[in-house]
């Protein structure tokens, strides 16, 4: 003898759980699609021209961070990244210096350093 159904369906597994079993998907399809998220978050790195900093650094802030500070409530953060090279070494008075810069200019203490 077959016995009535049980009170309490079975639960499906997560995957079928939003399939009808009559009439396919339970998503009403008559709702308009989700828009698509717009880009949030802008990054970019660019070697400054050393001949002239000044004229790179006021296009860079011109042409990108001025135009991105357009969008309403934008947080623009913009970092200097220094790496420099000298294959001879650096003289411990170019050293000495060159820290008590970066400390006076407020540069991150963990950020700065030499390697021999």
Not at 57 to 63: H, P, Q, R, S
């Amino acid at each position: 003898m077959v016995g009535a159904p049980a009170a309490h369906p079975r639960q499906l597994p997560a995957p079928l759980a939003s399939i009808n079993l009559h009439y396919g998907l339970t998503e009403d399809l008559d709702k308009p699609a989700a828009t698509p998220r717009q880009p949030w978050r802008f990054f970019g790195l660019v070697e400054i021209d050393l001949d002239r900093p000044v004229k790179s650094l006021d296009a860079i802030l011109n042409a990108i961070v001025m135009e991105l500070q357009r969008a309403q409530g934008t947080k623009v953060t913009l970092t200097l990244e220094i790496e420099a090279e000298a294959p001879a070494g650096f003289a411990e008075g170019d050293i000495g210096v060159v820290r008590d810069n970066a400390r006076q200019l407020k540069f991150k203490a963990e950020s700065i350093g030499f390697e021999d």
